[in-house]
Nanobody, 115 residues
Framework: QVQLVESGGGLVQPGGSLRLSCTAS????????MGWYRQAPGKQRELVAA???????NYADSVKGRFTISRDNAKNTVYLQMNSLKPEDTAVYYC?????????WGQGTQVTVSS
Protein backbone atom coordinates (compact mmCIF):
# COMPACT_ATOMS: atom_id res chain seq x y z
CA GLN A 1 0.00 0.00 0.00
CA VAL A 2 1.35 3.42 -1.00
CA GLN A 3 0.39 6.45 1.07
CA LEU A 4 0.24 9.78 -0.76
CA VAL A 5 0.51 13.03 1.18
CA GLU A 6 -0.44 16.22 -0.64
CA SER A 7 0.29 19.79 0.34
CA GLY A 8 0.31 23.28 -1.10
CA GLY A 9 -3.35 24.05 -1.67
CA GLY A 10 -5.02 27.23 -0.51
CA LEU A 11 -6.75 30.44 -1.47
CA VAL A 12 -5.22 32.56 -4.23
CA GLN A 13 -6.37 35.50 -6.29
CA PRO A 14 -6.94 35.18 -10.04
CA GLY A 15 -3.63 35.40 -11.86
CA GLY A 16 -1.74 34.04 -8.88
CA SER A 17 0.35 30.90 -8.46
CA LEU A 18 0.45 27.83 -6.25
CA ARG A 19 2.65 24.76 -6.13
CA LEU A 20 1.21 21.44 -5.07
CA SER A 21 3.40 18.64 -3.75
CA CYS A 22 2.67 14.95 -3.32
CA THR A 23 5.06 12.63 -1.50
CA ALA A 24 4.69 8.88 -1.76
CA SER A 25 5.62 6.31 0.89
CA UNK A 26 7.36 3.82 -1.37
CA UNK A 27 10.93 2.83 -2.11
CA UNK A 28 10.12 2.23 -5.78
CA UNK A 29 8.56 5.59 -6.60
CA UNK A 30 10.45 5.69 -9.89
CA UNK A 31 8.41 2.85 -11.41
CA UNK A 32 5.06 4.54 -10.93
CA UNK A 33 3.19 6.84 -13.26
CA MET A 34 2.10 9.92 -11.33
CA GLY A 35 -0.71 12.34 -11.98
CA TRP A 36 -2.81 15.18 -10.67
CA TYR A 37 -6.57 15.15 -10.99
CA ARG A 38 -9.17 17.64 -9.84
CA GLN A 39 -12.83 17.61 -8.98
CA ALA A 40 -14.98 20.71 -8.80
CA PRO A 41 -18.36 20.71 -7.03
CA GLY A 42 -20.97 18.94 -9.13
CA LYS A 43 -18.44 17.78 -11.70
CA GLN A 44 -16.57 14.58 -12.44
CA ARG A 45 -12.97 14.10 -11.50
CA GLU A 46 -10.72 15.01 -14.41
CA LEU A 47 -7.07 14.58 -15.30
CA VAL A 48 -5.03 17.76 -14.98
CA ALA A 49 -1.51 16.51 -15.72
CA ALA A 50 0.45 13.29 -15.65
CA UNK A 51 4.05 12.16 -15.88
CA UNK A 52 4.98 8.56 -16.58
CA UNK A 53 7.83 6.63 -15.03
CA UNK A 54 9.72 7.27 -18.27
CA UNK A 55 9.13 11.01 -18.13
CA UNK A 56 6.38 11.40 -20.71
CA UNK A 57 4.10 14.28 -19.77
CA ASN A 58 0.62 15.22 -20.81
CA TYR A 59 -1.76 18.00 -19.79
CA ALA A 60 -5.42 18.76 -20.02
CA ASP A 61 -6.05 21.35 -22.71
CA SER A 62 -7.46 23.73 -20.13
CA VAL A 63 -4.15 24.00 -18.27
CA LYS A 64 -1.59 23.81 -21.07
CA GLY A 65 0.85 26.69 -20.88
CA ARG A 66 -0.14 27.52 -17.29
CA PHE A 67 0.58 24.37 -15.27
CA THR A 68 3.77 22.33 -15.08
CA ILE A 69 4.09 18.84 -13.65
CA SER A 70 7.44 17.48 -12.52
CA ARG A 71 8.78 14.66 -10.43
CA ASP A 72 11.80 14.16 -8.20
CA ASN A 73 12.44 10.45 -7.85
CA ALA A 74 15.10 11.03 -5.19
CA LYS A 75 12.45 12.68 -2.98
CA ASN A 76 9.53 10.41 -3.95
CA THR A 77 7.64 13.57 -4.84
CA VAL A 78 5.59 14.90 -7.72
CA TYR A 79 4.85 18.60 -8.10
CA LEU A 80 2.26 20.68 -9.89
CA GLN A 81 3.25 24.28 -10.47
CA MET A 82 0.13 26.29 -11.25
CA ASN A 83 0.48 29.77 -12.72
CA SER A 84 -2.04 32.29 -14.07
CA LEU A 85 -4.75 30.66 -12.00
CA LYS A 86 -8.37 31.24 -12.96
CA PRO A 87 -11.57 30.92 -10.91
CA GLU A 88 -12.46 27.84 -12.97
CA ASP A 89 -9.36 26.11 -11.58
CA THR A 90 -11.10 25.99 -8.20
CA ALA A 91 -11.39 22.33 -7.16
CA VAL A 92 -10.07 19.65 -4.88
CA TYR A 93 -6.82 18.40 -6.40
CA TYR A 94 -5.89 14.75 -5.98
CA CYS A 95 -2.55 13.06 -6.43
CA UNK A 96 -2.60 9.70 -8.24
CA UNK A 97 0.01 6.94 -8.24
CA UNK A 98 -0.43 4.16 -10.76
CA UNK A 99 1.42 0.93 -11.31
CA UNK A 100 0.72 -2.00 -13.60
CA UNK A 101 -1.72 -3.54 -11.13
CA UNK A 102 -2.22 -0.79 -8.56
CA UNK A 103 -3.84 2.60 -8.32
CA UNK A 104 -3.55 4.90 -5.31
CA TRP A 105 -5.08 8.27 -4.44
CA GLY A 106 -4.20 11.02 -2.05
CA GLN A 107 -6.70 12.62 0.28
CA GLY A 108 -7.00 15.76 -1.83
CA THR A 109 -6.08 19.38 -1.29
CA GLN A 110 -8.41 22.31 -1.86
CA VAL A 111 -7.45 25.02 -4.34
CA THR A 112 -9.67 28.10 -4.40
CA VAL A 113 -9.13 30.91 -6.88
CA SER A 114 -11.12 33.95 -5.91
CA SER A 115 -10.77 37.67 -5.41
Amino acid sequence: QVQLVESGGGLVQPGGSLRLSCTASTSIFRVYDMGWYRQAPGKQRELVAAVTSGGTINYADSVKGRFTISRDNAKNTVYLQMNSLKPEDTAVYYCNCRGSLTNYWGQGTQVTVSS
